[in-house]
C-alpha cells in the first residue's frame, strides 16, 4: 500500500495544486474561486474526468485526458468572459451571479457523478434561480464607458480614500491576529479574502474597460494608470488564493465555499458602489429588492452546500476497486468489532491465514 501511495502522489499533488489555482485565482465573480466559483464547476469536472479514468483502469495520468482538458478549457473561456462582463456591466450586477455557477454544479454532480439529489438542493437551485431574477431585474440599470481619465477621478475622489483607509486600517487588525496571535478562524480568513477581493473587483473592472475601450479605437493602454490597476489586481489575486487556501486546508471546502461567496459578494456590491457610485440615484424601493434578491442567492448557495461532505462519510463500506498486482481475497468490509478492512494475500508468506494479513487503514 505504501508503495502505491508513493507511485501516485506526484499526479495526485500537482493535481490539487492545479485544483487550489483554478478555484482560487478570480476575476471577482462567477471560484469559485466568488472568487470564482466557476471553479468549483471545474473541480466537479474534472473529478469526473478522474473518476471515468479510473472506471476504465486507465494508468495514464489526467493531464492527458482529452475530457480533463476540455473542462479545463471551458473554465478557461468562462473567466474570460467573466473578465469580460465587468467592463460592460455593473460589478453590482456581475458580483451576485457566482450562486448560479454553484446551482449549475450540483445539477451537474447528479447527472455526472451520480450523487444524491436532495430536497435542500432542489429548495436552494430554486433560490439561487428566484434571487438572481429578482437582483437582474432591480439592479442599477447604467451604461458607463470606465475611460482611463475617469478611473482617475474615481481613485482620488473623496469616498474612495476613506474607504481605503478603513480596509486598511481593518486589513491590519486581522493580520495582525493571524500572524501575531495565530488565529485562523474562517471568518478572519474569509474578511481579509473579501478585503482584497474588494480591490480585485475594482481594478479588474478598470482594467477590462480599458482595454475594451483600446480595442474599439479609443486608446487608454498609454496612461500610467492602467498599468497601476493591473498590478493591483494582480497583487490582490495573488494574496488572496494565499489566504483562500489556509481557509480550504483547515475547513470543510462545503463550508469555505459558501461564506466565501457571501463575504466576497458583499464586499463586491460595497467596492461598486464606494468607487463607481453605481446605486448613485437608485429608488429605495429598488435597492431593497436588488438586496432581497442577494439574500435569496445566499441561503440558495447555503442550502446547496449544506452537509455536502458529510454524505460521503456514512458509508458502510469502503471499496478500493481493483489494485494492480494484489488479489483480493474477500470484500472490503468493516470488521464488525475492530478497525480495520478487508484482506489482502501476504506475498512473504503464501500460507498464513487471511485473518492474520489483516491491514489496519
Known sequence: MASLQSEGSGDVGFSEILDELAWNFTYGAQGAGNGSLSGFWYNRNQKYSHLKSAHQGSQKPYFRSILWWCGSLLMAIGETGNFAAYGLAPITLIAPLGCMSVAGSAVMSVTFLKENLRSSDLLGVTLAFAGTYILVAFAPNITQDITARKVQYYFVGWQFLAYVILEILIF??????????????????????????????????????????????????????????????????????????????????????????????????????????????????????????????????????????????????????????????????????????????????????????????
Request: proline letters at 3%.
Open 172 to 361: 491590519c487588525i486581522l493580520l495582525y491576529f493571524y500572524k501575531r496571535k495565530d488565529t485562523k478562524h474562517i471568518v478572519i480568513l474569509l474578511t481579509l479574502v473579501a478585503l482584497l477581493a474588494s480591490l480585485t473587483v475594482i481594478s479588474v473592472k478598470a482594467v477590462s474597460s480599458m482595454v475594451i475601450l483600446s480595442v474599439k479605437g479609443e486608446m487608454q493602454l498609454t496612461y500610467p494608470i492602467f498599468y497601476i490597476m493591473f498590478v493591483i489586481m494582480m497583487a490582490s489575486c495573488i494574496f488572496q488564493v494565499k489566504f483562500l487556501n489556509q481557509a480550504t486546508q483547515l475547513y470543510n471546502t462545503t463550508t469555505v465555499v459558501p461564506w466565501n461567496y457571501i463575504f466576497f459578494t458583499t464586499s463586491a456590491i460595497i467596492a461598486g458602489i464606494i468607487f463607481y457610485q453605481e446605486f448613485l440615484g437608485a429608488a429605495l424601493f429598488s435597492s431593497f429588492m436588488y438586496l432581497f434578491g442577494c439574500f435569496l442567492s445566499f441561503f440558495g448557495v447555503v442550502l446547496v452546500t449544506r452537509n455536502r461532505e458529510n454524505e460521503h462519510l456514512q458509508q458502510s463500506y469502503i471499496d478500493f476497486g481493483q489494485i494492480p498486482g494484489k488479489q483480493m481475497l474477500d470484500k472490503i468490509q468493516p470488521e464488525a468489532n475492530g478497525q480495520t478492512y478487508g484482506t489482502l494475500p501476504d506475498e512473504s508468506n503464501s500460507t498464513k491465514s487471511p485473518g492474520r494479513e489483516k491491514k489496519d487503514i
